[in-house]
């Protein structure tokens, strides 16, 4: 790289792009706009699990003229949310599946009157028998989703695990569970439209992926691309919930706008947002392990479950990352795991940060502890003898070519937490105390990108743009939401052109203007969005420099020049970028196996905490996230997401608890429904190690996802050090350990010669 | 309904101008300040108080906007985010909040630096511990806190930088 008069600006901590805005309250997120004439529209949902509508009648004390009304006879096209399968419909027409069902849309210019209007309208039903477990669902006690209930089935086999049993010293077995878990983004969702028979149907709105909007809503108006615009506003949060839902939202407000001709807005308020839109799947996972004494796994069986809802949405694909990251960051010789995804009659669960990962880690962490406990070996021990190393593979047969040293990573964690000081000191003086102290570790990965061929079948398109006024511009579709994808992106760009951070610029997220770089998702956007803004931006230089405008050398002023020229002369300077497969990255489908991601982020994560005895609540006192994310692109935005993740992964062991009755949330509140807050968190002590990545934008890997996946694990295995009970369910809340206090006493009591219960 | 029926008349300052308008008294100050006078920064996260994301200053005190009657704000002073940057010179916690990382996806970023300005004018000096009680009542799903907590500490560092007199750093 030739670079004059500027410093690297990958590695920097540039100022965040949109930060300005965010800061001074001038950002604008979409309930922050509004359009001349708009209305607001509502939603009319199902109020039971499962049943066939009969009849809906609309109280005469309500002057429904007034209202705009849809309903699925509205619906130009295909009555579906276009995803994967295409099972959900947009508005239910003859029968609900699940308590949150969309049935009928409301708009009015004013807001205020909509609830009393939804109050004023009722559904008639025949009630249909439901099921709203994954045991429930398994039985097929009721058949509620296609011929079994079961959205989606894995096999992974590899080597001969029949035949390790026999050889086995032990055989460690146990179930482990997950609850469901809300994003929590405190944006709620929103939408807003407008349509006219010229341009077509515009809608802006929260969300992550543009062109999975844009592709839903061609589907259900039966209108061609170019009718079509889709436009992301300011997004307040999203985690993986503003992955699908927002194109069942984008759908409502486009069939309202189409029917009343007038821009219709729709935004949920908070407990709509909890209720009706996705979740973290619930799940089950049950280990079998063949080990010898000396700790080393043998082989072993998983068996890993989820709860999708009543539609198959993104659950095949949930399923597919968690079954792949369920055999952790170890070797095994023999292994089978089976996996599948079930319906039940709860509102679909779908994507949030890790999608899958975190459930089924969370098994295979507390399993190891399990393991290393009744072999009487240390967790530490346990994991060490079982590490995966370089030319080592997966439970997929992906072979290990990064240079991963995961002793070195674990030894550095240890020596950051004092863990072995603290360990022995802990069992001394919980003795003595009321208030038990324990430390626990998680090691584990997360691939980055989407699995398989999934990166192949989205052949993404990235576009650098060279303005005359010797502005860059990267055209991509992939969303800032927090992360800081436009200020990565950025950074990218300038430092692939030699040019200072200040000449680069993002396009907006707008169909319209820019090409489809695939969804925001996946731990995709910094490695394989920005590997492709890499190159576009290579190809703005490479034009420039064949074309005789450019030496190869050069200062942002003579690269100013030399698009001003450029663009005089031949119009638009734009250079594009698609996704091509690397030669050794193979996947197969049928098999699932392969190299399933390009790249792993690798971490050990260690946690301390303190379980009162007056109290029963769990406070953790020192969190260390140690973690190799290939090359850091900015430093203070990448601890911003190991801490945030972090944050998110100390609730989901906790304290968000989702309160079920009849499929329905019932806690669907901030009141009742406890994310952590300032005084709730401990010092979040975050490291990286540095590795690089050949596949990823100067070296870098995915990392939004990996920091949920360890903290609930190492969380558990630290409250089991600390009382010496095994937890196997999260979240894991203070009447948990109450009453498994109780139980251990009362079996003391019971048992009295027995010494406790390890 | 008829619109004008059950209005009052609420006088108040907002962000250093006063202010006479015609209210029904039961609109939430949240809806009054984004619909009436158009200052957005102040945004609905919860609708019930828990996640501070609608904070403005009444009075000096950091309240949930959502929670409070306009006919409350009678006579009040009201500071929102629009009203602590003085003209184009960012406040010394927006500019830490920007440079440590403090605003992610900036939901909560209005209310938590409200919440923070509040904090600092009780307490030019607050520990760690100090500043994560004080922002206890403000949520943030992206960052975990950390950054949010560090850019109000170092706020309160480099207001004390700027102060000549002081020589206790």
Sequence with gaps: MNRVNTKPIVGMPVPRKEGRDKVTGRAQYVDDLSLPGMLYGATVRSTIPRGKIKNITFDTRISWAEFVIVSAKDIPGANCVALISDDQPCLAKEFVNHPEEPILLLAHANPHILPKAIAAIAIEYEPLPAIFTIEESEVQKQIIWGDDNIFKT????????????????????????????????IENNGMIASFDRGPGVTVWGSMQCPYYVHKALMKLLNL??????????????????????????????????????????????????MAATTKRHPSRTRHRTAVTCDGKILGGEIEFVVDGGAYATLSSVVLSRGTIHAGGPYFWPNIRIRAKAVATNAPPHGAFRGFGAPQSLFAMERHMDRIAAKLGISPVEVRRRNFLKPGQTTTTEQKIREPINLDKLLDRALTLSDYEEKKKRFQLENKTSTRKRGIGLATFLHGAGFTGSGERYLASLVGVEGRADGRVRVLVSSTEFGQGTKTVLCQIAAEALALPYDFVDIAEADTKQVPNSGPTVASRTVMV???????????????????????????PEEFRAACAHYTSQHGELKSFSRYQPPPNILWDDEKYSGEAYAAYAWAVYVAEVTVDFRTYAISIDDFVALQEVGKVLHPVLARGQITGGVAQGIGFALYEK????????????????????????????????????????????????????????????????????????????????????????????????????? | ???????????????????????????????????????????????????????????????????????????????????????????????????CGGAQCGICTPGLILAAAVLLNGNARPEMEDIKEGLGGNLCRCTGYAQICEAVARAAADSHENQPNESTR
């Excluded at chain 1, 032990?170 to 809300?182: L, M």
């Excluded at chain 1, 992955?243 to 219709?264: N, R």
């Excluded at chain 2, 006919?71 to 920007?98: K, Y």
């Design chain 1, 154 to 185: 894995y096999t992974i086999e590899k080597g001969d695990l029949d035949g390790v049993w026999s050889k086995a010293d032990y055989i460690v077995e146990a179930e482990y569970t997950t609850g469901a878990q809300e994003q929590l983004y």
């Design chain 1, 224 to 273: 061609p691309e170019d009718k079509v615009r889709v436009v992301q506003t300011e997004t307040g949060g999203a985690f993986g919930g503003k992955e699908e839902y927002p194109s069942m939202i984008a759908c409502h407000a486009a069939l309202l706008a189409m029917k009343s001709g007038k821009p219709v807005k729709i935004i949920y308020d908070r407990t709509e947002d």
């Design chain 1, 529 to 555: 969005v920005g590997k492709l803004v890499q190159s576009a931006a290579q190809g703005i230089r490479q034009t420039l420099t064949s074309a005789g405008y450019l030496r190869n050398s050069y200062s």
């Design chain 1, 658 to 758: 989702v309160a079920w009755r009849d499929g329905r949330m019932q806690n669907a509140q901030m009141t009742n429904y406890i994310m952590p807050t300032s005084a709730d968190l401990p010092p979040i002590r975050v490291y990286f190690e540095e590795l690089g990545n050949e596949h990823g934008a100067f070296g870098a890997k995915g990392i939004g996802e990996l920091p949920i996946d360890g903290p609930a694990p190492a969380i558990v295995n630290a409250v089991e050090d600390a009382l010496g009970i095994s937890f196997n369910s999260i979240p894991l809340l203070p009447e948990d350990v109450f009453e498994a206090i109780s139980a251990r006493s009362r079996k003391e009591e019971d048992t009295p010669t027995l010494e406790g219960v390890r």
């Design chain 2, 1 to 99: 309904m008829t619109p004008s029926a059950g209005l009052c008349e609420i006088s108040l300052t907002v962000n250093g101008e006063k202010r006479t308008v015609r209210a029904h008294p039961m609109e939430r100050l949240l809806d009054f300040l984004r619909h009436q006078l158009g200052l957005t920064g102040a945004k609905e996260g919860c609708g019930e108080g828990e996640c501070g994301s609608c904070s403005v200053l009444l009075n000096g005190e950091a309240v949930t906007s959502c929670l409070i009657p306009i006919l409350h704000a009678d006579g009040a002073t009201i500071v929102t985010i629009e009203g602590l940057a003085s003209d184009s010179q960012l406040h010394p916690l927006q500019q830490a909040f920007l440079e």
